[in-house]
């Protein structure tokens, strides 16, 4: 069992590089959301979807994009990478109801 | 927009001493939900309430959902060195699918 997967689990950037991080889930889990996670701050939530085709904002989503093609895979993309987003990113799943979240393991992202 | 508030940051505790952490939110909750991330680690889900006023134990872990629905609180019995780690609280509010965290507490304990 696979659960929530994060790929890559390091990387680092140079400024206005743009990299796509990879999340995918083997659980059949409607719903799935990316998170940051920075000292003293937290898990802030990005973005997050309800289902394939459906994305919503969450609480810090500028610099980001979403999409969900599959019920699988939720791949968070930074277009313009900037220092302000060096943080840790997690992927979590779950499903439609009020259950428990899934986490991947996470990425640790530094731009330089 | 849903805000989650927790508190402390952090504590340090003797091996032995109890603990609590405390969750409050500036909306009313459809639930809230506890997580524990170990240093280095993911988050881990440990329990939801659903409840207004509900109270679960797990062995030395006491987590209650306050009548009003907007606050919460994980009290720990006895720490050990096991229970190092940060836990999180998360609400989920009534008309939203959004899973909002708290800023955690950063658990400590000294053996």
């Known amino acids: 069992n696979a659960g929530v997967t994060q790929t890559p689990k390091f990387q680092v950037l140079k400024t206005g590089q743009s990299m796509t991080l990879q999340c995918a889930q083997d659980m059949n889990h409607e719903y799935m959301s990316w998170y940051r996670q920075d000292p003293g701050m937290g898990l802030r939530l990005i973005h997050y979807?309800?289902?394939?085709?459906?994305?919503d904002q969450g609480e810090v989503p500028n610099g980001y994009n979403v999409s969900r093609s599959t019920t699988e895979d939720f791949p968070l993309r930074l277009l313009s990478a900037a220092p302000s987003q060096t943080s840790v990113y997690f992927c979590?799943?779950?499903?439609?109801?009020?259950?428990?979240?899934?986490f991947g393991q996470g990425t640790r992202l530094t731009v330089v | 927009g849903q805000q989650v508030m927790q508190i402390p940051q952090y504590q340090h505790v003797q091996e032995g001493e109890d603990f609590t952490t405390y969750c409050n939110s500036s909306?009313?909750?459809?639930?809230i939900q506890w997580y524990k991330q170990r240093p280095g680690g993911h988050p881990v889900f440990l329990i939801q309430?659903?409840?207004?006023?509900e109270v679960k134990k797990q062995k030395r872990l006491t987590f209650q959902f306050g009548e009003a629905k907007k606050n919460s609180s994980l009290h720990i019995t006895a720490t050990q060195t096991t229970d190092v780690g940060t836990y999180f609280c998360a609400g989920k509010g009534s008309n939203t699918g959004k899973l909002i965290f708290g800023q955690g507490t950063t658990l400590q304990v000294k053996p």
């Open positions: 979807s309800v289902g394939a085709g459906i994305t």
């Open positions: 979590a799943s779950s499903t439609q109801g009020a259950t428990e979240a899934f």
């Open positions: 309430l659903v409840k207004s006023g």
């Open positions: 909306t009313t909750l459809s639930n």
